[in-house]
C-alpha cells in the first residue's frame, strides 16, 4: 500500500519538474528570439512554435516589453503556431503596435489565414478578426490609430 503511495508522489513530483522545466525552456527561448538577432534565433523560434499553446501567455507577456524587432519576430513564431486562440493577439497588434512593420505582419498574418486551407477555428477567427480591423479603420475617420484605445475612446 505504501509502495503505491510512494510510486504515485514520485509521479507527481516528475510532471511538476518537467512543467517547471518546459516553463524555464519557453522562457529562454522567448529571451533569445526576442533579444539577439543571430543563429540562435531559429532554433529558438522553432522550439517555440513546437511548444504551440503552452507558449502563448509568456509570448503574450513578452509583447508588452520586446523592442520592435523582438516583437516582428513573436509575430513570426505565433503566425507558425496556427491556432485561434492567436487570433486576438495579431488582431490587437494590428491595430496598435507602434511599429508599421509589426502591424503589417500581423495584418498579413491574419489575412493569409482568413484566405487560406486553414483549419475551420482559424479560419473563422481570422475572418472576423480582418472584419474587426476593418470596421475599428472606418471608425478612426482619419484619426491616427495611434491614438486610439482598444476600448474605442
Do not use: Y
Not at 487560406?116 to 478612426?140: E, F, T, V
Request: glycine share 6%; with cysteine; hydrophobic share 45%.
Amino acid at each position: 500500500m505504501f509502495g503505491l503511495a510512494r510510486i504515485s508522489l514520485l509521479a507527481v513530483l516528475t510532471v511538476a519538474a518537467c512543467e517547471g522545466d518546459v516553463h524555464k525552456d519557453i522562457h529562454g527561448n522567448i529571451h533569445v528570439v526576442v533579444n539577439r538577432d543571430d543563429a540562435f534565433v531559429p532554433p529558438a523560434a522553432a522550439a517555440l512554435v513546437n511548444h504551440g499553446l503552452r507558449a502563448l501567455p509568456q509570448i503574450e507577456t513578452a509583447l508588452h516589453s520586446a523592442k520592435p524587432d523582438g516583437r516582428l519576430r513573436l509575430v513570426e513564431v505565433m503566425s507558425r503556431i496556427k491556432h485561434p486562440d492567436t487570433v486576438h493577439l495579431l488582431r490587437h497588434l494590428a491595430l496598435f503596435d507602434a511599429d508599421a512593420r509589426v502591424r503589417a505582419l500581423s495584418e498579413t498574418t491574419l489575412s493569409a489565414w482568413s484566405q487560406q486551407n486553414a483549419p475551420m477555428g482559424l479560419a473563422s477567427a481570422a475572418q472576423s478578426a480582418a472584419k474587426w480591423l476593418q470596421q475599428r479603420r472606418a471608425q478612426a475617420d482619419g484619426t491616427p490609430l495611434d491614438h486610439l484605445s482598444p476600448s474605442g475612446r
